[in-house]
């Protein structure tokens, strides 16, 4: 049996990060993840797994701007869970991938890419509605919200 994959490596890491911030800018467009021409949060981190890792491990489905809510199910979560490798917050550093949960109890469905070397030094890129995708810092409020953080899988898996 093979074993587990640990995580991108820190040069890769360092890449998605890179990566990231050239899709500073980009218009925010539901569903779209075409860098220049426009992207939500999760085409956001499409974007930057296609630079950084090649084909997307799967197509998403068609989601609107308030999926998940009414049924409760942890959709972009589960897909987080089939694609990236779970890590805990205090592991995470520059490239890993953090999912939010607008609201307590509610569904996680926010992605943002930590581009600084921890979780306390916070500084991320994520896209959102009425914003072009930006750099901010990862406030207190923003912490709070953190449902779980992730890192890409090393290349070949």
Do not use: N
């Not at 093979?2 to 050239?22: F, I, K, T, V, Y």
């Amino acid at each position: 049996m093979a074993a587990p994959c640990s995580g991108a490596d820190l040069g890769l890491r360092r890449a998605a990060a890179a990566e990231g911030r050239r899709w500073i800018g980009t218009p925010y467009c539901h569903q779209a993840s075409v860098k220049g021409a426009g992207a939500d949060c999760l085409g956001l981190l499409r974007g930057v797994w296609r630079a950084t890792l090649g084909d997307e491990p799967e197509p998403p489905p068609p989601y609107s701007a308030d999926w998940s809510e009414a049924s409760g199910d942890e959709r972009l979560l589960a897909a987080a869970m089939r694609h990236l490798v779970p890590i805990d917050p205090r592991q995470a550093g520059i490239g890993d991938v953090l999912l939010f949960r607008m609201r307590e109890s509610a569904p996680a469905k926010h992605v943002g890419l930590l581009v600084s070397e921890a979780l306390d030094q916070g500084r991320i890129i994520h896209a959102y509605s009425g914003h072009r995708v930006c750099e901010t810092h990862l406030t207190a409020s923003w912490l709070r919200k953190l449902a779980a953080t992730f890192r890409f899988p090393e290349r070949g898996h």
